[in-house]
């Protein structure tokens, strides 16, 4: 966990905090599975050093490494379909409509391609964790600062800039930056704004938890991405504090459950499931937000964002193992491995095929139930 803050002395310290010992992973017990589930191919791209959002879309995977490549592959065969160069590292990666792709380099310079050529760069003021949004021949940044920028995916000319008062202490970590219709969806703290997206004008603003405490460190929950679009629903982790749905049609808060955790939810028009910073599982109701089920035999495992299926809940861990719950009480069903090394990203479906991604750069495609 990356934090933000001013002075530099708190952000030493809160690092110092995260990096304290941490209880030893449940060992996992045998199981037998019932699931069926395979990898239908495998490919390799470099090292995914940063939280990776995964594009998925008109039947391709697009990823990124932190080496700078990115790679366009088809989702139902793995055949590579194009590959781009950044030229340099990465710290975030990697926005897609299908013709455009952008990343930011270390050297928080945005780089956007049109499948394999670089059409254009340019210098940011900012830091960047958050992959770039890229939709409606625009592309979206929103740096560490939650400053959001929109560029001109043609031909990169600034089109404008929100920056608004933020709390001295944010997370360096990927936020919320997602469309809905011509509306720009922008988490900044935990709050979540609806933007014009032609213009930048903030248009309403809902607050999806409530940060109680006598300090910024206490007070601390901006929203963590990727969020859960559901049709006009959108559901989201507050930083150890809550998870919340809001209604986009007629902006309003739906529901918002008090809800320690790091990672991002997961979830359909039934379920929205997300691991606590504990790792202990917690479905609820997408309709009301009760509980539904809770799973606790994968503590501390380091696990990933859920992808919720119509056969089951699937969940990684930080030694490359995907796990299968069941839907209805959270049981485990089934467990595959894949590299060894921690899935950095919740697992993506595209038809019938599910991609995990892990931090070696192993890239397993899988096809499940």
């Known amino acids: 966990m990356r934090l933000r803050a001013r002075p530099l002395l708190l952000a030493s310290l809160l690092l110092a905090a995260c990096a304290s010992e941490k209880p ?17 191919w495998r490919a390799q791209i470099g090292r995914v050093p940063f939280p990776l959002a995964v594009q998925a879309r008109d039947g391709l995977f697009v990823v990124a490494s932190g080496d700078g490549t990115v790679l ?3 989702a139902a065969s793995g055949a590579e379909r194009w590959r781009a160069d950044a030229g340099t590292t ?29 059409r254009w760069r340019k210098a940011l003021n900012s830091r960047v964790a958050t992959a770039p949004l890229v939709a409606g021949e625009r592309v979206f940044v929103m740096g560490v600062d939650r400053v959001v920028d929109a560029f001109d ?24 930056l997602a469309p ?14 609806g933007v014009d997206s032609l213009r930048g004008r903030v248009l309403w603003d809902i607050a999806l938890a409530n940060p109680r405490g006598t300090n910024e460190i206490e007070r601390l929950a901006d929203l963590i991405g990727p969020p859960l679009r559901l049709g006009d629903l959108l559901c989201a982790r507050a930083f150890q504090s809550a998870v919340a749905c809001a209604r986009l049609d007629n902006p309003g808060l ?27 599982i917690t479905a ?18 380091g696990l990933s964002g859920p992808l919720v299926t119509a056969a089951a809940v699937l969940v990684g ?19 595959w491995s894949t590299d060894g090394s921690a899935v950095v990203a919740p697992p993506v479906r595209l038809g019938e095929i599910v991609l995990v991604v892990t931090r070696n750069g192993g890239l397993f495609a899988m096809r499940i139930g």
Request: charged share 25%.
């Open 24 to 40: 030893k992973p449940t060992p996992l017990e045998p199981l037998e599975s019932r699931l069926p589930g395979r990898v239908v």
């Open 72 to 74: 366009a592959l088809d």
């Open 90 to 118: 990465l710290t975030a990666g990697v926005g897609s409509d299908g013709r455009f792709s952008a990343v930011v380099t270390r050297d928080n310079e945005l780089v956007v391609f049109e499948q394999a050529t670089a």
């Open 153 to 176: 995916a043609l031909d990169g000319r600034p089109l404008w800039r929100l920056q608004r008062p933020t709390d001295a202490l944010t997370l360096a970590e990927p936020g919320v």
């Open 180 to 193: 809905y219709q011509n509306t720009l969806l922008v988490g900044q703290g935990a709050r979540l704004l």
């Open 254 to 280: 739906r529901w918002s459950r008090n809800a320690g955790g790091i990672e991002p939810v997961g979830g359909d028009a039934e379920l929205v499931v997300g691991a606590d910073a504990s790792d202990r």
């Open 284 to 301: 609820w109701k997408t309709v009301n937000g009760d509980i539904a089920w809770t799973q606790e035999r994968l503590l501390y495992r």
């Open 317 to 335: 861990d930080a030694e490359g193992n995907l796990h299968a719950l069941a839907r209805d009480d959270g049981r485990l069903l089934a467990r």
